[in-house]
């Protein structure tokens, strides 16, 4: 492949290195990961609510990965309550996973960052081997789509396996009781998903632009360089 064509390509995934590292950051700072809706059973069973007095008992949750609210609705209209999960919700959610998100969220963001800057190098500049070269380009480019995905599969398990949701409606409620009523992954939770889907275009970009995988070597250029060696 042409060397103007390489460069294109590795300024276009170097580009798309620096939105994932820009999105992610962004992400991480929001509450929008998570949004739904919960029920009040303690009060709709006390009313017998159903059909559309139900709704009286429906409020609105979302939570990112530092903070969240929710408004809870027991027959009396909508109360908000604003929390952190520093150091409020320390004690009732799953710690470990929950850090273990943030911690991948800050090493995807450091190696998206890595990447882009390898990218411009070897599109403006004379790249070799190693870390600067194409086993470098691959080595970021799965980290980063590896810590993607090990952020969406934590978060996940820890929204519907460990029942976040509930965990947080509940929070220092002594005499009502929450159940989830509805809850979905929102935009901030997506925007990983994307990165992690760019970090592994990234790496067919690579491929594209003419660099062999790393475990990949010629059998005849060993032999070659063999030879040469041989001749001297």
Excluded at 49 to 72: D, M, N
Excluded at 99 to 127: D, K
Aim: charged share 10%; with cysteine.
């Amino acid at each position: 492949m042409p060397a103007q064509q390489k460069k294109l390509i590795f300024c276009l995934a170097g580009v798309l290195s620096l939105a994932c590292a820009l999105g992610t950051a962004a992400a991480v700072g929001t509450q929008l990961w998570v949004r739904g809706t919960i029920l009040c059973t303690t009060g709709a069973l006390l009313v017998n609510a159903t059909g559309p007095e139900l709704h009286k008992f429906i409020g609105q949750i979302q939570y990112g990965l530092f903070s969240g609210q929710r408004v809870r609705q027991c027959g009396l209209g909508g109360r908000p309550f604003q929390f952190s999960f520093f150091p409020d919700l320390l004690k009732i959610i799953p710690a470990s996973i929950h850090v273990s998100v943030i911690l991948f969220c800050t090493i995807l963001i450091i190696f998206a960052l890595v990447g882009a800057g390898f990218f411009m190098f070897n599109a403006f500049g004379s790249p070799y081997e190693t870390l600067h070269g194409p086993i470098g380009l691959y080595l970021w480019s799965f980290i980063a789509c590896s810590c993607g995905c090990l952020i969406m599969i934590l978060f996940s398990s820890e929204v519907k396996i460990h029942h976040l949701s509930e965990k947080i409606a509940n929070f220092k409620e002594g005499t009502f009781t929450f159940k989830t009523h509805s809850e979905q992954f929102a935009n901030s939770f997506w925007t990983i998903l994307v990165c992690s889907l760019v970090h592994f275009i990234n790496a067919l970009l690579i491929r594209f632009a003419g660099f062999e995988f790393p475990f990949s070597k010629s059998k005849d250029s060993g032999t070659i360089t063999g030879a040469v060696d041989l001749m001297y």
